[in-house]
Nanobody, 127 residues
Framework: QVQLVESGGGLVQAGGSQRLSCAASGRTLSSYIMGWFRQAPGKEREFVATISRSGTSTYYTDSVKGRFTISRDNAKNMVYLQMNTLKPEDTAVYYC????????????????????WGQGTQVTVSS
């Protein structure tokens, strides 16, 4: 199985940028569809972005399209979430997640499909 550790969270002003990183260990990251999810206080965990095993397919929730970019470096066992033009409503704990897949091009938006999760990293956007 794979272990995931997120980093890069912190406090940022509205309109600013931040890059989250997710480091994988235990198994090669290229075996997994990867996703980023977030959970704001008092709310359910929600989908943010996903990327296929090959990195050629991505999908975003509507509220972050055009602002966030998910990417991966399978050689380094890393996944990234570049967040630009941040808004106070982006404030949440961000989680990296992995899902096994035999298809190189599939992505997944479904929280329940992901078997492996990191511990999360807090992102706070001040207005």
């Amino acid at each position: 199985q794979v272990q995931l550790v997120e980093s890069g969270g912190g406090l940022v002003q509205a309109g600013g940028s931040q890059r989250l990183s997710c480091a994988a260990s235990g198994r090669t990251l290229s075996s997994y569809i990867m996703g980023w999810f977030r959970q704001a206080p008092g709310k359910e965990r929600e989908f943010v972005a996903t990327i296929s095993r090959s990195g050629t397919s991505t999908y975003y929730t509507d509220s972050v399209k055009g602002r966030f970019t998910i990417s991966r470096d399978n050689a380094k066992n890393m996944v990234y979430l570049q967040m630009n033009t941040l808004k106070p409503e982006d404030t949440a704990v961000y989680y990296c997640a992995a899902r096994s897949s035999v298809d190189y091009r599939t992505t997944s938006r479904t929280l329940g499909d992901y078997a492996y999760w990191g511990q999360g990293t807090q992102v706070t956007v001040s207005s």
